[in-house]
């Protein structure tokens, strides 16, 4: 089956229409917990404005999970703390408690303790810019050679300039459409924008391909609930990534990442150390900081609203306000 449009509400909502249609009855290694699934086979999505990245779904909080798990992927490690401070369910996927094995951080940065994978697709691209071999790998053969709670659901990440323009084709070998595909679209996009600035050219159209796209019985009634909400396209794309290499205000990011999530407050004003479209990742770490206390006390309140009041962007307003509720 394929499926293209313009942003990802329109994907979610062809997706989880046609999978809650299909019979429920697939029996999984997760069904224990989440129940059967339905599922399609072979799927293509095809998302012709990589920046229409937000589902309205995020309006109950995904934007926050998903931001930190670009982060937690960039911070090319794989530690279980990071993760579970945006995603507790992880604690179910570490074999150790402290790791993550199928992490994507090291398989992307320091496959095999030593290919940066990403350095070498740049390289390749600069130096080739046609070539059909700028593949980052994450699934390894050795994931089936072992026993582990979780390995990569994603198989590559492929990358082709054309018309100066960089696009992307990811191969997923299973993927949760109501819990995961928001997430990895959301992360495997940011890093298509990434690595076009890094190039130095415009992103292209995302490319999204599926062997098993499932729908847990658990979460069928909320993904009812998403549809029968009344479907509106997200109106807002993301900005634009600044012109220029990313990496330090990545790294700056990072930082800031550390330290809101260890409990200490960011004591730089943001705008002397990131410019306005980074700041406002830096922003929505800090809104979520303040919901994690869990105590949303007048004081709480009136931080929620500076922060958002300092938002450059509006698309990001509403997930500060929607999650107050
Ligand atoms: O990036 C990811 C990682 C995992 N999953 C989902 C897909 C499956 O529902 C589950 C993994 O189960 P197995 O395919 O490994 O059985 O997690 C995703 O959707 N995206």
């Not at 249609?21 to 990589?50: A, F």
């Not at 690595?195 to 729908?215: D, T």
């Not at 407050?265 to 980074?278: A, G, K, M, N, S």
Request: aromatic residues 10%; contains cysteine; glycine residues 4%.
């Amino acid at each position: 089956m394929f499926i293209s449009e313009p942003t990802l509400d329109d994907l979610m909502h062809k997706v989880l229409t046609e999978l809650i249609n299909r019979p429920c009855n697939l029996i999984s290694s997760r069904s224990s917990k989440l129940g059967p699934t339905s599922e399609m086979l072979g799927v293509m999505l095809h998302l012709q404005n990589p920046r229409y990245r937000l589902s309205r779904d995020e309006a109950k909080g995904t934007v926050f999970s998903a931001l930190g798990e670009l982060l937690w992927y960039l911070s090319k490690k794989n530690e279980l703390e990071f993760i579970t401070y945006y995603i507790k369910a992880y604690e179910n996927e570490s074999d150790d408690m402290k790791t993550v094995y199928g992490g994507y951080g090291p398989r992307i940065f320091n496959f095999r303790g030593k290919l940066n994978q990403i350095e070498n697709v740049i390289n390749l691209l600069t130096k080739k810019a046609t070539s059909r071999k700028a593949v980052i790998q994450l699934f390894d053969a050795e994931d089936l050679a072992e026993t582990h709670k979780e390995i990569p659901c994603t198989c590559t990440l492929q990358f082709f300039i054309r018309e100066d323009r960089l696009h992307m084709f990811t191969s997923m070998r299973s993927n949760d459409a109501y819990r995961g595909l928001p997430h990895d679209i959301f992360a495997f996009t940011m890093i298509q924008e990434i690595m076009a600035r890094s190039l130095n050219i415009e992103i292209g159209e995302y490319h999204h391909a599926v062997g098993s796209l499932h729908l847990y019985e658990k979460d069928k009634n909320k993904a009812e609930e998403y549809i029968n909400a009344g479907f509106q396209p997200t109106t807002f794309p993301m900005p634009e990534m600044p012109v220029g290499q990313p990496w330090e205000a990545i790294q700056i990011l990072l930082d800031i990442e550390y330290d809101l999530r260890n409990g200490r407050p960011i004591d730089i004003p943001l705008q002397e150390r990131l410019t306005p479209y980074w700041a406002d990742f830096a922003r929505l770490l800090q809104a979520y900081s303040i919901f994690k206390k869990n105590k949303l006390k007048e004081d709480n309140i009136n931080q929620l609203n500076a922060i958002k009041k300092s938002l450059s962007a509006d698309v990001y307003k509403t997930y500060i306000t929607k999650r107050k509720k």
